[in-house]
């Protein structure tokens, strides 16, 4: 029963094929294309909405450098959080409580600000890395602490997302089958069971847009300490 509960982090497969590019690539299908009209439908007028509050939202900590940033990063949180969503149907699969999709997705984009940093300003991205005024005896443990703590970036990011996303998951399903199970026996404790299961998917509707948010907003963070 406990290895049933993880089948629905496995990758789906269509003749040994994984088919978790497949699934990456879906959600952008079901998003309107724009064309050459001014006025169009309700909802090309409510994603167009929507993308110019994402892109404000992003770029509002950030100076005109780093403006040529808004379409990645307004690009990645879409994909995200459209993926986040759609995991939350009944029988779907969410790429993003892969790690390996997470940190393939959060290392280059890390490694993107970073270089742009040392590119742009080395002096001040190599400062971070040692505090001033800092005693000489704890310089090297400073700098050795620093330099895990950048590091370690990434792996927050993948981390973060997968983790989070993953309890979610494991939460509804465990709750769903004590519903089920409960129903013949215990009938007022499975209607019980069964509002607990709706709270909590109305909690991770939240946590689905909070992650796909709180992913790219560290990254324009990032970017911030490096422009």
Sequence with gaps: MNLSFFDQFTSPCLLGIPLILLSTLFPALLLPAPNNRWLTNRLTTLQSWLLHLIAKQL???LNKKGHKWALILTSLM??????????????????????SMNMALAFPLWLATLLTGLRNQPSISLGHLLPEGTPTLLIP?????????????PLALGVRLTANLTAG???????????????????????????????????EVAVAMIQAYVFVLLLSLYLQENI
């Design 78 to 99: 879409t994909l995200l959080l459209v993926i986040n969503l759609l995991g939350l149907l009944p029988y779907t699969f969410t790429p993003t409580t892969q790690l």
């Design 169 to 203: 998951h494991l939460l509804i399903q465990l709750i769903s089958t004590a519903t089920t199970a409960l129903l013949p026996t215990m009938p007022a404790v499975s209607i019980l069971t069964l509002l607990v299961l709706f709270l909590l998917t109305i909690l």
């Design 141 to 153: 443990a400073l700098i050795m602490i620093e330099t895990t703590s950048l590091l370690i970036r």
């Design 59 to 61: 770029m509002i900590p």
